[in-house]
C-alpha cells in the first residue's frame, strides 16, 4: 500500500493552499503516496474556484471554517494564526496514532501565528515539542546537496555559546542515523563545517574548532561514523555539491548551511526534522504573501517534500494498528 501523507495548509493567507491544490494533482505526488490535507474547505473551495484548479475528493479532513471573502492575502489575522497552528497539532495527534505514516507542512508565518499566542521560534521547534522529542535536527537539502544544523533559529550572538562537544556531536549522530534508516545511505560521508573564517585558521580566527567541533568529529568517529572536519566553510558545500564528495554538511548556524542550499535549490529545496518519532518535512520556503492567491506560486517543494516523505515513509514502513482515525482516512481511490 502507499503511505498516507497528511499535508498541513499552512497560513491560509499565504501560498500553502494554492501549492497544495496544485500538488495533489501532480501526477508524481500521485504516484507514490495516498495525499490527505487538513485544512480549510472553504479556503481551498474559494481558490480552487478563482484560480481555475481543481479541488480534490474526499482528500480533505477539515479543521477550520474560515470565511474567505472575509480574509486577505497576505494579511493574517488572529483566526487565521489560530487555524494554522491547529492544523499542525492535529496532524501530529494523528501521526502519533499512525493513522498516517507522515506529515508535511506547507509554510506559516511565525509573525502570523504569534498574534494567535504561538510561543515557539518556528514549525520544528512546536513539532518537537508535540512529539516529546528530546534530541532534534534540521535537514534541508536536495538533490545536489543536503545540510543538518547545529543550532537553528536564535540569534547570531548567540550561536558560539550554544555551539558545544554534545551539541555537534549529537547533531552528527542524528545525522548519521537518519541518512542511514531513512536516506538509503549504508554508511552516510558527512562534513563537519567549522564556525570561523577558514575553520579558525589553527586558532587565529577563533578557537572553537579546536575546543568544541574537533573533539565532537573525534568521538563521532570513534562511534563508527563517517565524519570528518572542521573543514573551512567557504569550501566545504563546493567540495559536498559539485565534487560529491560528502553525503551531508552538519552546519554550525541557520545561515551558513542555509545560503549555500538556497542558492542550488531555491525552488525544490526540502526540509525534514530528524529524531522525531514521527516523519515530518516541509517545503524550504515561507509564505511568500506578495505572492499569495494570484495563481504563480510554485508547487515544487511541496512535491519534492511529499515524495521525500513518502520515501522516508517506505523505508521505515510498518502496520499501522486499527484505530478510529484509520478508518477515518481509509478511503478508496483518488480523485
Same mark, same amino acid.
Given at each position: ?19 497544495? !491544490? ?5 501526477? +508524481? ?8 490535507? %487538513? ?33 486577505? *492575502? ?10 494554522? #497552528?491547529?492544523?499542525?497539532?492535529e496532524a501530529v495527534c494523528l501521526a502519533l496514532d499512525h493513522a498516517v505514516d507522515a506529515i508535511v507542512t ?20 512546536? %513539532? ?23 543550532? %537553528? ?20 549522530? !542524528? ?14 560521508? #558527512?562534513?563537519?563545517?567549522? $564556525?570561523?573564517p577558514h575553520a579558525g585558521e589553527s586558532g587565529m580566527f577563533g578557537g572553537e574548532e579546536k575546543k568544541v ?50 542558492? $542550488? ?8 526534522? !530528524? ?5 515530518r518535512t516541509s517545503v524550504d520556503h515561507g509564505t511568500a504573501y506578495d505572492i499569495a492567491w494570484k495563481g ?13 516523505? +513518502? ?7 510498518? *502496520?499501522?494498528?486499527? +484505530? ?12
Open positions: 500500500m502507499k503511505p498516507k501523507i497528511l499535508i498541513t495548509m499552512g497560513d491560509p493567507v499565504g501560498v500553502g493552499p494554492e501549492i497544495i !491544490l496544485k500538488a495533489m494533482q501532480s501526477k +508524481s505526488v500521485k504516484a507514490v503516496c495516498d495525499p490527505f490535507v %487538513i485544512g480549510d474547505e472553504n479556503v481551498l473551495g474559494y481558490l480552487a474556484g478563482r484560480l481555475g484548479l481543481k479541488l480534490p475528493q474526499n482528500r480533505l479532513i477539515a479543521f477550520s471554517t474560515l470565511d474567505p471573502k472575509k480574509l486577505r *492575502p497576505g494579511r493574517p489575522t488572529i483566526e487565521s494564526g489560530q487555524a494554522m #497552528i491547529n492544523y499542525i497539532e506547507a509554510p506559516i508565518s511565525k509573525a502570523a501565528a504569534k498574534l494567535a499566542g504561538f510561543k515557539f521560534p518556528g514549525h520544528t521547534e512546536f %513539532i518537537a515539542h508535540l512529539t516529546g522529542a528530546k534530541g532534534f535536527v534540521m535537514m534541508l537539502g536536495g538533490v545536489a546537496l543536503k545540510i543538518t544544523l547545529v543550532t %537553528i533559529h536564535v540569534p547570531i550572538s548567540k550561536v558560539p555559546r550554544l555551539i558545544t562537544r554534545d551539541a555537534v556531536f549529537k547533531t552528527i549522530e !542524528l545525522t548519521d542515523e537518519a541518512f542511514r534508516r531513512f536516506f538509503g545511505f549504508r554508511r552516510p560521508r #558527512i562534513a563537519v563545517a567549522g $564556525l570561523n567541533i574537533a573533539p565532537a568529529v573525534k568521538k563521532a568517529r570513534e562511534r563508527g561514523i563517517n565524519a570528518v572536519g572542521p573543514l573551512p566553510p567557504d569550501t566545504v558545500f563546493y567540495r559536498a555539491a559539485v565534487k560529491k564528495e560528502f553525503d551531508c554538511v552538519v552546519c554550525m548556524y541557520h545561515d551558513q548551511g542555509l545560503g549555500p542550499l538556497k542558492l $542550488l535549490h531555491f525552488e525544490d529545496g526540502i526540509n525534514a526534522t !530528524l529524531g522525531l518519532p514521527v516523519i504563480v506560486a510554485s508547487p515544487a517543494s511541496l512535491i519534492a517534500a511529499i515524495e521525500t516523505a +513518502s520515501m522516508m515513509a517506505r523505508k521505515r514502513a510498518r *502496520p499501522a494498528p486499527l +484505530s478510529f482515525a484509520n478508518l477515518l482516512l481509509n478511503t478508496d481511490g483518488y480523485d
